[in-house]
């Protein structure tokens, strides 16, 4: 049963547009990311937080950045969207750190048109 | 740095044959290795996991994966898949100690035929 949960499911949207996807974990984790999912399925990570503080900030374009109010939340806002960055956006959350088993949302697929 | 290797993008096997996919690590330290599940339009879910001990760790649904580490391995078998069981599998590593982050593999896509 999912209990990370990312809304919206699905965002169209044009380019230079500002989007914000939210996600909420309910399993009293210390631990959320985001990774982008590519439609060759290539997973990358892009953010880490670990009781609210980043620990983890892969080489992401500065359009992207995360928000955290607190260890259940995890947004991620995109300033000005580019057609690259079409795709599915997933959260996750873990016990503490990568190390324990890692539960993923169902993804926000952004189209960029 | 840690990488890793899916050397096979795509495994078809029948129902009931077994099967086994491939996964190659890189790292020079002490990891964690791991296999999650990803069906279609859904997000991963964990399989299993190792870091020390047994080196043939099971997990849900029947998955078992076998570490080696003279061959840098840690590949995943099913002795008898169903339908249900194709997927898109991805294998992934992490440093020890308070990580942010799983390394995955480009992915092994597993369709079982009826």
């Known amino acids: 049963e999912t209990a990370v949960f990312q809304t919206p499911n699905y965002h169209v949207t044009q380019v230079g547009n500002e989007v914000s996807f939210n996600c909420k974990q309910t399993?009293?984790?210390?631990?959320m990311y985001w990774y982008k999912q590519d439609s060759k399925k290539l997973l990358k990570i892009m953010f880490s937080?670990?009781?609210?503080?980043?620990?983890v900030n892969e080489t992401v374009p500065r359009r992207f950045s995360p928000q955290s109010s607190d260890k259940a939340h995890l947004n991620l806002r995109i300033k000005s969207v580019e057609p690259e960055d079409s795709a599915v956006y997933l959260c996750?959350?873990?016990?503490?750190?990568?190390?324990?088993?890692?539960?993923f949302g169902k993804g926000t697929r952004l189209t960029v048109v | 740095t840690q990488t890793v290797s899916q050397s096979d993008a795509h495994v078809t096997v029948f129902e009931g044959d077994s099967v086994e996919l491939r996964c190659n690590y890189s790292?020079?330290?002490?990891?964690?290795l791991s296999w999650y599940i990803q069906h279609h339009g859904h997000g991963l879910q964990f399989l299993l996991k190792?870091?020390?001990?047994?080196?043939v760790v099971q997990g849900v649904n029947g998955f078992e994966a076998e570490f080696s580490k003279s061959d840098s391995s840690f590949h995943l078998r099913k002795a008898s898949v169903h339908w249900s069981d194709s997927a898109v599998y991805f294998c992934?590593?992490?440093?020890?100690?308070?990580?942010?982050?799983?390394?995955f593999g480009l992915g092994t896509t597993l369709q079982v035929q009826p």
């Open positions: 996750a959350s873990s016990l503490q750190g990568a190390n324990t088993e890692v539960f």
């Open positions: 399993l009293g984790h210390d631990t």
């Open positions: 937080y670990n009781n609210k503080q980043l620990i």
């Open positions: 790292y020079g330290g002490s990891i964690y």
């Open positions: 190792y870091y020390s001990g047994n080196p």
């Open positions: 992934a590593v992490s440093a020890t100690g308070n990580t942010g982050k799983l390394i």
